[in-house]
């Protein structure tokens, strides 16, 4: 079964400055790194698919990247609405599994 | 629209059973799996079982395997979820979310309800 682990678990930053935000497999799961936003109260909200491909309706500051075991979502210059906490997914093989979560708050 | 809203979570003691359900709208049932993810206290997210469109695949999670049982009743657009011989470290917000298709495959999760509590004590 494969692990994902998400690290550190909290990261803080100002409004307008880069997040990037890391993602490892413990084995390779190819493209197949699914990344979600959550919000307090709120259910998760896909971000990205497969690696680099935004969701419907999610802005260009969210990038997706990496392959095989390392993976990181970009956001190029963080919102107010931004501060979340952050799941990555992997379906590279069955059971899909999620990592802990980061959470991004403000510094 | 799509919209998934659940409903039947709640207090329940060890050993017990609650069936939970998801009502789907704004799309065409019958040609999606569905999912249930649930979220445990301090946030963790684990996938918990899916069943193919038609119903006649299902997966769980070992976890609840022998206890978990997921269903759909494509007349009515409801999935289930029956769970019996609940533990505490089954209490969480339990969500259901849409697939990408008819089968069942590992997949991202483009639609999520907004989620009912079930509580074990």
């Known amino acids: 079964e494969i692990v994902l682990t998400q690290s550190p678990a909290t990261l803080s930053f100002s409004p307008g400055e880069r997040a990037t935000l890391s993602c490892r497999a413990s084995q390779s799961v190819g493209k197949y790194l699914v990344w979600y936003q959550q919000k307090p109260g709120q259910a998760p909200r896909l971000l990205i698919y497969d690696a680099s491909n935004r969701a419907t309706g999610i802005p260009a500051r969210f990038t997706g990247s990496g392959s095989g075991t390392d993976f990181t979502l970009t956001i190029t210059s963080l919102e107010p609405e931004d501060f979340a906490v952050y799941y990555c997914?992997?379906?590279?093989?069955?059971?899909?599994?999620f990592g802990g979560g980061t959470k991004v708050e403000i510094k | 629209e799509v919209q998934l809203l659940e409903s039947g979570g709640g207090l329940v003691q060890p050993e017990g059973s609650l069936r939970v359900s998801c009502a789907a709208s704004?799309?065409?049932?019958?040609?999606?799996?569905m999912s249930w993810v649930r979220q445990v206290p301090g946030g963790g997210l684990e996938w918990v079982s899916s069943i193919s469109s038609g119903g006649g695949i299902r997966h769980h999670a070992d976890s609840v395997k022998g206890r978990f049982t997921i269903s759909r009743d494509n007349s009515k657009n409801i999935l289930y979820l029956q769970m019996d011989s609940l533990k505490p470290e089954d209490a969480g917000v339990y969500y259901c979310a849409r697939g990408l298709g008819p089968t069942i495959n590992v997949e991202y999760f483009q639609y999520w309800g907004q989620g009912t509590l079930v509580a074990v004590s």
């Open positions: 704004g799309f065409t049932f019958t040609d999606y799996a």
């Open positions: 997914q992997q379906r590279g093989s069955w059971p899909p599994l």
